[in-house]
């Protein structure tokens, strides 16, 4: 069997041009055999070539799959730089993750929020000095900008950010409360202000709450008892009831709705009895019900926790039970000075001959809380059956 030198193919001894590739043949015999060596060792050539590009096509590879956990591992120091707050030497360690790496949108991602995070860094200042000069309002939007900012980024990192920015929010708040609470607000200001309090999830916060809310009580107390005393009992009782609504739990003031409503139907019914009592002439010992039915047994004032305590006890020498008995009482300096006067009733409501009661009154007032002060009953009034 005999083989064309040049394409390989097999060709017959007495052919002289092959007819697959058209070229002329040798006429010794003998070397249309060795050129199906020659044919095979072609295939050497291209198995070369693809084994070599495979080769190349490996270190390729392996370059950029070391590239990308170089890259992989400088954005896992970037992050945890950035959780203690370094936020500049974070961008530049995940600038050198996206340089060895382009294609990780994680670290594009990262190198975004802490290029926001640097400039709400240096915003943390200005906002200091807003709180300092008393801008709360202007503070707290520069706060809720830097929320919106970051609202579509999440993370333990972004938690973090987002925690600050809320304890930031909440000292402003506290500082502007503080402020409005120092300038003697009304009722309906300490009722916002508790409010407020109340949404505040902070140890300032509880505390400012109970202070406000011991100011609205006495406010409350002393606005009430003076309605009652120009004998207007349904706005007493809707300004008590009012109150309650943000401090249940005042037992003076639960008290207080008790004694405007039964002083109100004590006062309707002694309106009636005047009517009958200006027809027949007092009985002595009517008289002395009302006039001297009431022995003072003490009165004292204590201090504590900044607020002053007016502390008094007093005995019915009356023989019939007195109803609604109403202490007014003054606050004196060491010059014997009055410094204010108070009215506050006693507990409990009914006084029975010869029993004792106690009235008790907490003020708050800045003028006379860490001074020497005492106390002294003017004047006690009562309603009889």
Request: aromatic residues 8%; contains cysteine; charged residues 30%.
């Given at each position: 069997?005999?083989?064309?030198?040049h394409?390989?193919?097999?060709v017959?001894?007495?052919?002289?041009?092959?007819?697959?590739?058209?070229?002329?043949?040798p006429?010794?015999?003998?070397?249309?055999?060795?050129?199906?060596?020659?044919?095979s060792?072609?295939w050497?050539y291209?198995?070369?070539?693809v084994l070599v590009?495979?080769?190349l096509?490996?270190i390729?590879?392996?370059?950029?799959?070391?590239?990308?956990?170089?890259?992989?591992?400088?954005?896992?120091?970037?992050?945890q730089i950035?959780?203690v707050g370094?936020?500049?030497?974070a961008k530049?360690v995940?600038?050198?993750?996206?340089?060895?790496?382009?294609s990780?949108?994680?670290?594009?991602?990262?190198?975004?929020?802490?290029?926001?995070?640097?400039?709400?860094?240096?915003?943390?200042?200005?906002i200091?000095?807003?709180?300092?000069?008393?801008?709360?309002?202007?503070?707290?939007?520069?706060l809720?900008?830097?929320?919106?900012?970051?609202?579509?980024?999440?993370?333990?990192?972004?938690?973090k950010?987002?925690?600050?920015?809320?304890?930031?929010k909440?000292?402003t708040?506290?500082d502007?409360?503080?402020?409005?609470?120092?300038?003697n607000?009304?009722?309906?200001?300490?009722k916002?202000?508790?409010?407020?309090?109340e949404?505040?999830?902070?140890?300032?916060?509880e505390?400012?709450h109970?202070?406000?809310?011991?100011?609205l009580?006495?406010?409350?107390?002393?606005?009430?008892?003076?309605?009652?005393?120009?004998?207007?009992?349904?706005?007493?009782?809707r300004?008590v009831?009012?109150?309650?609504?943000f401090?249940?739990?005042s037992?003076?003031?639960?008290?207080?709705r008790?004694?405007i409503?039964?002083?109100?139907?004590?006062?309707?019914?002694?309106?009636?009895?005047r009517i009958?009592?200006a027809?027949?002439?007092?009985?002595?010992?009517?008289?002395h019900?009302?006039?001297?039915?009431?022995?003072?047994?003490?009165?004292?004032?204590?201090?504590?926790?900044e607020?002053?305590?007016v502390?008094?006890?007093?005995?019915?020498?009356?023989t019939?039970?007195l109803?609604?008995?109403?202490?007014?009482?003054?606050?004196l300096?060491?010059?014997?000075?009055?410094l204010?006067?108070?009215?506050?009733?006693i507990?409990?409501?009914?006084l029975?001959?010869?029993?004792?009661?106690?009235?008790?009154?907490i003020?708050?007032?800045?003028?006379?809380?860490g001074?020497?002060?005492?106390?002294?009953?003017?004047?006690?009034?009562?309603y009889?059956?």
């Open positions: 069997m005999y083989f064309c030198p394409c390989g193919n097999e017959e001894s007495e052919e002289k041009f092959c007819v697959t590739c058209g070229s002329r043949l006429s010794n015999l003998n070397e249309r055999f060795s050129n199906n060596k020659s044919k060792k072609r050497i291209p198995i070369t070539a590009g495979c080769l096509l490996t390729v590879y392996g370059i950029v799959l070391h590239k990308r956990d170089q890259a992989l591992e400088l954005y896992e120091e970037a992050s950035a959780l370094d936020y500049d030497q530049s995940v600038e050198e993750a996206i340089n060895n790496y382009s990780f949108p994680q670290a594009e991602e990262l190198k975004a929020f802490l290029t926001i995070a640097i400039e709400m860094e240096q915003s943390f200042a200005d200091a000095s807003m709180r300092e000069e008393g801008q709360y309002s202007q503070a707290i939007e520069t809720i900008a830097h929320d919106r900012n970051i609202e579509n980024y999440n993370g333990e990192l972004v938690s950010v987002k925690d600050k920015i809320n304890v930031l909440t000292e708040r506290m502007e409360i503080s402020s409005i609470y120092e300038s607000p009304d009722i309906n200001q300490l916002v202000l508790l409010w407020e309090l949404r505040l999830n902070s140890e300032k916060a505390e400012l109970l202070d406000v809310k011991d100011k009580v006495s406010l409350t107390y002393q606005e009430g008892t003076a309605l009652i005393q120009k004998f207007q009992f349904s706005q007493a009782l300004l009831e009012e109150t309650l609504n401090v249940q739990d037992d003076s003031l639960i008290n207080l008790k004694t409503e039964k002083e109100q139907l004590a006062f309707e019914n002694q309106q009636q009895q009958e009592q027809l027949s002439a007092y009985e002595s010992e009517e008289t019900n009302k006039e001297y039915g009431i022995e003072v047994i003490s009165i004292n004032t204590e201090t504590e926790d607020k002053l305590k502390i008094g006890e007093i005995e019915s020498v009356a019939v039970p109803h609604s008995v109403l202490v007014h009482y003054e606050i300096d060491d010059q014997q000075n009055v204010l006067t108070n009215e506050v009733y507990q409990p409501e009914t029975y001959p010869r029993e004792t009661g106690n009235f008790e009154f003020h708050v007032d800045a003028e006379i809380v001074k020497r002060v005492s106390a002294k009953i003017k004047e006690i009034t009562w009889l059956e």
